[in-house]
């Protein structure tokens, strides 16, 4: 695939990976992205992850011919990325590494060999010219790693975007991207907000017409949505306006109050419900949705003078990756001591903005008559 005349694209679909870092379902693999730049320089741009370096030095060959590369540029050096610089060093022991100086601190606890004498120490601002081509990099700590770097390839105005603008899954067109990038990045990148805004805000003033990323499909029209959601998304701001009812049932009887709940805020109309089952759902399409809209039910079981434990996971990883600025509203059941309730907002006191709706609603083994007045009272007031 051609990126533009001289810049192509040699990554690999992993259609077989189960779990992405080994915690996030796939249900349609993971691409690794890749890219060379053909010019009077030849550059690589990243590598691989274990699983596919063969495949990619093929796809790197094939674009080569008998041609050297002159360097490989590595802007972030998690293994999902780094893992052909071995394999890719053996083929061809001149080419320098493009990095910068974090990168660098780093590197030599992923490869136990000395690099040093190829080192190509890169900083915010550098441009590595290729000869019509040059690379501009832009430092971006923390999304997703500290030595993440960006790069702006000046020619064709290729942003070459490491882990921003990723999404989970292989395939190549952006028919429904939102749909798998949000939930890549409420979990991946999320917890680094502030860190993505920075680095918007450094390449506001670039004219970019492709942005390129380490994951999914590339990017080369209505780049202003791309960009607007990770905007959005960034700022912690609820992307929609819904309610997420997220419940934590063992018997079944905290579901029915939330089904009952459900069916009321629909009654009501006008709001987009998403009912989701804590327990039997991907925490991350959980978290997806509790950044995705702007107000969330926590309702669960009590569990061991405390809170059951499928809901204790997902709000551990809520509080992990910053959620805030949203109204809550929480549900407890419990038999004999209700303590649901209590543990859920200790949990949550760490976060920032949340307004509580409503009194705590408590349900004692099955929901009462009198419940289901709440659970209508409720309804009305997260209108
Ligand atoms: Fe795709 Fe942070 O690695």
């Keep these: 695939m051609n990126i533009a005349e001289k ?11 189960d779990l992405f870092e080994s915690q996030y379902p796939l249900e349609n693999g ?9 010019d009077e320089k030849i550059a690589i741009l990243d590598t691989v992850d274990k699983r596919a370096v063969e495949d990619w030095l093929v796809n790197v060959k094939n674009v080569l011919g008998d ?15 780094s893992a052909g610089i071995v394999r890719l060093h053996e083929l061809y022991p001149d080419m320098k590494l493009v990095g910068n100086a974090m990168t660098f601190r780093m590197l030599p606890q992923f490869i136990q060999a000395d690099y040093t004498a190829l ?25 997703h790693w500290p030595e993440v770097m960006v790069s702006y390839e000046t020619a064709d105005h290729v942003l070459f975007a490491a882990d921003a603008f990723g999404k989970f899954g292989v395939e190549t067109d952006t028919d429904d991207w939102a749909c798998e990038a949000r939930r890549y990045y409420f979990n991946i990148v999320g917890k680094y907000g502030a ?26 029209e209505n780049l202003p949505y791309f960009i607007g959601l990770y905007d959005t998304w960034s700022k912690y701001e609820p992307e929609d306006k819904g309610i997420l009812i997220a419940c934590a049932s063992i018997h079944g009887n905290t579901m029915k109050a939330a089904e009952f709940l ?32 702007d107000r969330m039910v926590l309702m669960s079981s009590s569990y061991d003078a405390g809170l059951f434990p499928p809901m204790e996971t997902y709000l551990y990883h809520l509080v992990a990756k910053q959620y805030c600025n949203r109204k809550v509203a929480l549900v407890q059941n419990g038999t004999w001591a209700p303590s649901a309730a209590k543990t859920m907002q200790k949990i949550l006191e760490p976060l920032k903005n949340i307004e509580y709706v409503g009194d705590v609603i408590t ?21």
Excluded at 30 to 38: A, D, K, P, T
Excluded at 67 to 81: A, G, I, S
Excluded at 363 to 376: G, P, Q, V, Y
């Design 67 to 81: 041609r050297k590369p002159d360097y490989l540029v590595l802007h972030h050096l998690e293994p999902d990325h």
């Design 363 to 383: 349900i004692k083994t099955t929901m009462s008559e009198a419940n289901k007045e709440e659970l209508r009272a409720l309804a009305k007031l997260l209108q």
């Design 195 to 220: 860190q993505v805004q920075m680095l918007l805000k450094k390449l506001g003033g670039l004219d970019i017409q492709t942005i390129c990323p380490l994951h999914g499909p590339v990017l080369c």
């Design 30 to 38: 993971m691409l690794y992205n890749s890219y060379v730049i053909l």
């Design 119 to 143: 080192y190509e120490t890169v900083a915010e601002g550098t441009t590595l010219s290729l000869g019509t081509h040059g690379l501009t990099f832009y430092m971006a700590p923390m999304v």
């Design 262 to 293: 459900r069916d009321e805020l629909v009654s009501l109309g006008g709001e987009k419900v998403v009912l989701t089952d804590v327990p039997r759902a991907d925490v991350a399409e959980v978290i997806e949705d509790a950044f995705r809209y």
């Design 7 to 17: 810049i192509r694209y040699v990554g690999v679909a992993d259609r077989e990976l």
